[in-house]
């Protein structure tokens, strides 16, 4: 780098950009899009000055060129504005020096009237070409007796970005100050931030692109799609905002792809603003920009953007406070707990309740708490009687019911739901409100709700597909698919009697369902990880501890019971026990449904036939056979008879159900349960019956491939399922079946470390199986009777969960014993 001597000492050599000037060609006409003071202008004079070109500058604000002015061979215009005007300037400048090297500076893009007219650039040079390196950084430090290191010259740049009049500014600053140090950097950016001002108070700079400033800096961090919104008020603006791109103003964070205006120049537009008495048309902006989201369904978008300006988010929540259930409630909430401290709009204490106690508001945990159900409360009475909206008193009204539901009224709380569906019509929105429909299509939402925990099933089907339908037509499309959610929990069967809640519905319809609601999420989970016996799955979901869902409680039960079921599989059904004792502690003797009941009887069940009680199993279950329209109770009453070594009890539990299923999990598991009980008697005539049925619960199963059934009797009913398949003729789809449910049993023994149940001893005798030749021999080698082999042997099936000398020696190397 060199210095320009004389009257330029102030000027910096830039070679590379003179470098760049002498390849354009004499005459062309090159476009630079950059932001004014980029050091576009000096470097053309640098390089005037090497050739000794003669170079007139001119700006489009100057419409007539008059026939005095003097002979060019290089123009420097720079180009103002998109008006005719400028265009007409424009046209006159190649119309005076048709003959002249035309470089045009534009902060936005090529005028389109100039295209219009036939006059276009050869050449296009972005903007960023013309930021400051590090080593031009050095040299203007040096120039203006500034003492600067490397790494501060970078670091500078990795700062505040490489414009050169903004980089020349804060090195100028701080040769005042003696040192870069953050005043330096200041009032560089308030030096760059003055001259936007002011360019765009003299229409150099587009006053909507100002705006855009403005708006950018107030908002601070957002995604590119909102930037772009922000930069997206006409053509020309979005065009400067690619050129302010270009001048490094804006960072990005890669990982996030949120963009925001570098902190300092931010800084230094804030304090303008403030400086100026503009916070409140700015934050008005932010809250028009934010409004429009909102209408256009972007709710994220709408609602992030206002997230740290209370001014502009009081201001939306009044106007859009009906949309705060699709936003999450942890934000929500502390959001409307200040405004109402601002504002005495019944309709925000009204969406303040909602956060509270409503389960269907975006991302509840479904947990109520006793002190929000009294903040709630209090609320409410705040409202009675005060003048709102049609939506907002609807809302409220439903509120009302909810708070029911949750102090245990079921009943209640559908009575008064229902009175309340049936008494409103369809309501139709204002063009500007859509709270009348989201608070009709809530309501029939949590009537839906009230019905599951009042037992009727019939009712909430209905309810919710009405919601879902209502919720869809007036695009609220989170709170359709949390009405979708819980039909799943209430489908019917097709032709028969409805049976909802029971276990059949909810398998087929929460197994691998998408859903967004966290409760039902975990229920998801457990139910996924069941369905095909995934022991890692059911750890990992019995890890995550049991959510306290207060509403709807029936999800609770739920969880209850399939939780229930996963410990009873991994052997840890005391822990079962223990969370059903807690459980019932916590419910503290309050009135339960028959749909509460049923499900807590299931989870007892599988705690009792786990922990080897299944005589207490039968009992529980034969004082609750009313309840068969919930659980499959004659499935469990089978179940239990068999572990209690009663075949023909658990035979008469399933007398009338075993062609009531259909197809599916319930069909598969029946025709095991009956396989096994009349295996079991082991006369020849039920020997062949039994293979019938076990054929029958193969060819189901291997439509619908649920491996649950197959491990719900445990390792030795299991051993003795796969022994009998292997007799049987099967098709390919049974055989993969088949590998299917040995693949189960292998992983569920090593994490549930069956292997850990033999002895010392047994563990010799599976070591000496594959050796030797018959339970003689085995003695032999063991120096023990043939009547202690045969009685090891016996214990040693039952542990590994197989019926054979073959099966034992083949698990035995499975499992890594020999």
Request: charged share 25%; with cysteine.
């Amino acid at each position: 780098m060199v210095r320009v001597q004389g009257t330029d000492r102030d000027r910096l050599s830039r070679p590379r950009l003179v470098s760049l000037w002498r390849r354009v060609t004499a005459g062309a006409t090159v476009l630079v899009t950059a932001q004014h003071d980029s050091g576009v202008a000096s470097s053309v004079r640098e390089w005037v000055a090497e050739t000794g070109d003669r170079l007139i500058e001119w700006s489009s604000n100057r419409v007539d060129v008059p026939a005095e002015t003097p002979d060019a061979d290089v123009v420097l215009l720079e180009i103002e504005g998109m008006l005719g005007t400028h265009v007409t300037a424009a046209l006159a400048v190649r119309e005076r020096w048709p003959a002249a090297t035309l470089i045009a500076v534009s902060s936005t893009q090529w005028p389109p009237g100039l295209l219009d007219a036939g006059m276009r650039p050869e050449r296009v040079f972005p903007g960023s070409q013309f930021g400051f390196t590090t080593d031009e950084t050095l040299d203007r430090a040096e120039q203006l007796g500034l003492a600067l290191t490397w790494d501060e010259a970078s670091g500078l740049l990795e700062r505040v970005g490489t414009h050169a009049g903004l980089v020349d500014a804060i090195l100028r600053a701080a040769t005042s100050h003696g040192s870069l140090d953050e005043a330096a950097v200041r009032t560089g950016c308030d030096a760059l931030v003055s001259h936007f001002a002011g360019a765009a108070a003299a229409g150099v700079f587009r006053p909507n692109g100002w705006r855009a400033v403005l708006v950018s800096a107030r908002i601070g961090p957002m995604p590119r799609r909102t930037l772009l919104e922000v930069w997206g008020r006409d053509e020309v603006v979005r065009a400067a905002f690619d050129n302010v791109l270009q001048a490094g103003f804006f960072v990005q964070d890669p990982d996030s792809d949120m963009m925001q205006l570098r902190p300092d120049i931010r800084a230094a537009v804030i304090d303008r603003i403030e400086r100026e008495a503009r916070l409140d048309a700015v934050d008005a902006d932010v809250a028009a920009l934010a409004s429009r989201f909102l209408s256009e369904g972007r709710t994220d978008d709408g609602w992030s953007i206002v997230a740290d300006l209370p001014a502009a988010r009081t201001r939306l929540l009044v106007e859009h406070w009906w949309l705060l259930g699709e936003f999450d409630v942890a934000h929500a909430r502390p959001w409307l707990e200040e405004a109402i401290t601002r504002s005495a709009s019944p309709e925000l204490r009204v969406a303040l309740i909602r956060c509270l106690i409503d389960v269907t508001s975006a991302n509840h945990t479904g947990h109520v708490s006793q002190a929000d159900r009294r903040v709630a409360r209090d609320l409410l009475d705040e409202t009675d009687g005060v003048e709102m909206s049609v939506g907002a008193l609807l809302l409220a009204d439903t509120l009302r019911g909810v708070l029911l539901r949750l102090d245990g009224h079921h009943g209640e709380a559908l009575e008064t739901h229902e009175r309340l569906a049936d008494s409103v019509d369809r309501v139709h929105d204002d063009a500007d409100d859509g709270a009348p429909s989201l608070a009709q299509a809530n309501l029939l939402l949590h009537a839906g709700i009230s019905a599951i925990d009042a037992s009727r099933s019939d009712i909430a089907s209905d309810r919710f597909a009405a919601a879902a339908a209502l919720a869809h037509s007036s695009k609220h499309d989170r709170l359709a698919r949390y009405a979708h959610e819980m039909l799943l929990l209430v489908t019917t069967n097709s032709g028969r009697a409805p049976l909802p809640s029971t276990f059949q519905a909810r398998v087929d319809n929460l197994v691998g369902a998408h859903v967004i609601t966290p409760p039902m999420s975990n229920v998801v989970k457990l139910s996924s990880a069941l369905y095909i016996v995934d022991p890692r799955g059911l750890q990992e979901a019995l890890d995550d501890e049991a959510p306290a869902v207060d509403d709807p409680l029936m999800l609770r039960f739920i969880d209850l019971a399939l939780r229930s079921f996963a410990h009873g599989l991994l052997g840890t059904s005391g822990l079962a026990a223990r969370a059903i004792e807690l459980f019932e502690r916590e419910l503290d003797g309050r009135d339960l449904t028959a749909n509460h009941r049923a499900l807590l009887v299931w989870a007892r069940t599988e705690a009792l036939l786990h922990a080897g009680a299944a005589d207490r199993a039968v009992e529980l279950l034969t004082e609750t056979r009313g309840l068969r329209a919930v659980i499959p109770v004659d499935v469990l009453l089978a179940r239990a008879a068999l572990r209690a070594k009663k075949p023909e009890r658990a035979l008469a539990a399933l007398a009338s159900t075993q062609d009531a299923y259909g197809s599916g999990v319930l069909a598969v598991w029946s025709h095991l349960l009956l396989f096994l009980a009349y295996h079991a008697i082991g006369s020849d005539s039920s020997l062949e019956v039994a293979h019938q049925h076990l054929s029958t619960a193969l060819v189901a199963g291997s439509r619908a491939r649920p491996l649950l059934p197959f491990a719900a009797q445990g390792m030795s009913a299991l051993g003795t399922t796969l022994t009998q398949a292997d007799q049987l003729a099967l098709d390919p789809a049974g055989r993969r079946y088949i590998a299917d449910v040995e693949r189960m049993r292998d992983e569920l023994q090593l994490a549930t470390s069956t292997t850990l149940a033999l002895s010392e001893r047994e563990r010799v005798v599976v070591a000496h199986l594959v050796a030797a030749e018959s339970t003689r021999d085995l003695a032999a080698r063991l120096h023990v009777s043939p009547n202690t082999v045969k009685t090891q042997l016996r214990s040693i099936y039952r542990k590994l969960g197989v019926s054979s000398w073959a099966d034992a020696v083949a698990t035995a190397k499975r499992l890594g014993l020999v």
